[in-house]
């Protein structure tokens, strides 16, 4: 059995022929081929070759598939197996080990920090103390030894920026 879809010629040529047996579907409008080829026999108008080319086979939709619950089951470890794949991906990026030379840059770079803020608290100390010596008020000591770490502190990052756009990192 094919179904066919009812065409405009189709549905002339059954408008024409006493179509009260026929058991036809409005709301597919498909018609079984053996129906119609029973009804050409009846008439002689319209041939069987001139009706089928103006229409096409008509395929039932497949039913909805349910997914068993096995099939879920292994969907949900594929997909659990790909997310660790791609997390693995995302971080193996980040976990490589450093070249000597890398770590070389890595503790010049940490050894000039720290020697900045040694600098900046040297020398905050010192003007501080030399306060102490020529006997004046806390306030005044604590201004020159901010002023004296802050034109350090000013130099030092000059000094450190030239050094570290020269090593390139």
Request: hydrophobic share 45%; charged share 25%; glycine share 2%.
């Amino acid at each position: 059995m094919v179904l066919l879809t009812q065409s405009r010629e189709i549905k002339e040529f059954l408008a024409s022929v006493n179509t009260e047996k026929i058991s036809i579907e409005d709301s597919v409008q498909v018609i079984d081929h053996t129906e119609l080829v029973r009804l050409l026999k009846q008439q002689t108008k319209h041939t069987l070759t001139s009706l089928i080319k103006t229409t096409t086979v008509y395929h039932k939709p497949l039913p909805k598939r349910i997914p068993s619950p096995e099939y879920i089951k292994l969907m949900n470890h594929y997909k659990l197996l790909a997310e660790e794949r791609e997390y693995k991906e995302m971080t193996n990026k980040y976990e490589k080990e450093f070249t000597p030379s890398e770590w070389k840059t890595v503790n010049s770079l940490m050894v000039s920090i720290f020697n900045v803020f040694f600098s900046v608290g040297a020398v905050f100390v010192a003007t501080f103390m030399l306060g102490e010596y020529a006997g004046v008020d806390i306030a005044i000591k604590v201004l020159m030894a901010l002023a004296m770490s802050a034109i350090v502190l000013v130099a030092e990052g000059w000094f450190f920026t030239r050094d570290w756009i020269s090593t390139k990192v």
